[in-house]
């Protein structure tokens, strides 16, 4: 039954999402997302909003826009506004109570309208954790659950698909001196085009410098592996820590990953529908290279018990939003390997 709901390692189809329609389920997170972002809401309320998230994918669609209208507004704070503001907000929280709704926030337009027409607020908001007041006029940080592929439009019009668990970070000044941008993670970029200033994404090992294209960027503090896809235009892949003459120069369709000793250059296999439509697919890729990006996304750690089975390959496609067992289970029906989860949520993999 599970094979035919999840993405078979043959190909076909996508895994089955799960959807609420519970409506006083809905009412509740109703309020508690408006209470996120009008930091009302209490640590309790917060750790119910969290772990709806992260079973509920509708939820977390809404989330995100209301997390890119927030974010995104290009507009400054005073405090001599706050007043003006908090009433606009305590209606619009009159207009969701009364409400009927078996969805979330058709309202969305509205509260995107008092961003916009109050040209002195900017709502500086961080994906799921929070909001970073203390530095909100230096830098901006994005940061993604688990299980989760978020988008984003940045200042310049800049269109990023973030993977789960990534974080981007970019100044004030973004656009105005410098296009600078910090990933840690993994994230699919169609960049807004400036001849005058170059978009670069800043990786730990790796710099990447375009005028305006389409490219794909792994790059995870916690990996050694650093690789990058370019689907159109042209890219610069240069370590940080060199001139930029030695940079390595990729033309469509072609990519370059770190080998944990020098960059490699090989055609590319990465199809950008995939990450931004959520989906993972994988062909002939060895369990050892699965196994480093399965732990990445969910926060896990496997505990291989027999050596060879991280030369086994697997082929297959799913969505990020599924949870760990669900791929396991897939991935078991080749006969390849067993699992089990342990209570510290190690996996053996046997």
């Known amino acids: ?95 969701v109570q009364k409400r009927k709704i078996n969805r979330l926030f058709i309202s969305l337009a509205k509260y995107a309208a008092v961003a916009i027409l109050v040209s002195c607020v900017w709502f500086v908001g961080n994906l799921y954790i929070g909001k970073h007041k203390e530095i909100a006029q230096e830098f901006t940080m994005i940061e993604v659950p688990k299980g989760q592929t978020v988008y984003i439009t940045l200042p310049d019009e800049t269109k990023v698909w973030l993977s789960s668990r990534s974080k981007l970070k970019f100044s004030n000044q973004f656009n105005k001196s410098e296009r600078i941008i910090e990933l840690d993670g993994e994230g699919f970029f169609s960049v807004s085009k400036n001849t005058d200033m170059p978009f670069i994404v800043d990786t730990k090992t790796y710099d990447i410098k375009v005028t305006g294209t389409q490219f794909n960027v792994f790059a995870y503090s916690e990996s050694s592996h650093f690789e990058t896809d370019l689907v159109e235009g042209s890219v610069s892949v240069y370590n940080n820590g060199l001139p930029e003459d030695k940079a390595i120069r990729l033309q469509p369709n072609e990519g370059v990953s770190f080998d944990g000793e020098k960059l490699i250059k090989s055609r590319s296999t990465f199809v950008s529908t995939h990450l931004i439509d959520g989906i993972y697919s994988f062909e002939n890729m060895p369990f050892r290279d699965l196994q480093k990006r399965l732990e990445l996304w969910y926060n896990i750690r496997f505990n291989i018990e027999k050596e060879e089975i991280l030369a086994y390959k697997f082929s297959g496609k799913f969505n990020k939003s599924d949870d760990i067992e669900r791929i396991l289970n897939a991935i078991k029906e080749t006969g390849k390997f067993n699992f089990r989860i342990e ?6 993999i046997y």
């Open 1 to 95: 039954m599970l094979k035919n709901k999840f993405s078979s390692l043959s190909g076909g189809g996508k895994a089955i999402l799960f959807r609420h329609t519970n409506e006083p389920q809905w009412n509740l997170m109703d309020k508690l997302l408006l209470k996120y972002f009008t930091d009302s809401l209490s640590d309790e309320e917060k750790a119910i909003l969290f772990q709806e998230l992260e079973s509920n994918p509708s939820l977390r669609e809404e989330f995100i826009k209301w997390q890119n209208v927030t974010t995104l507004s290009d507009v400054t704070i005073k405090k001599s506004d706050s007043q003006w503001v908090s009433g606009k907000i305590d209606e619009l929280e009159n207009i």
């Open 343 to 348: 209570e510290d949520a190690t996996i053996d």
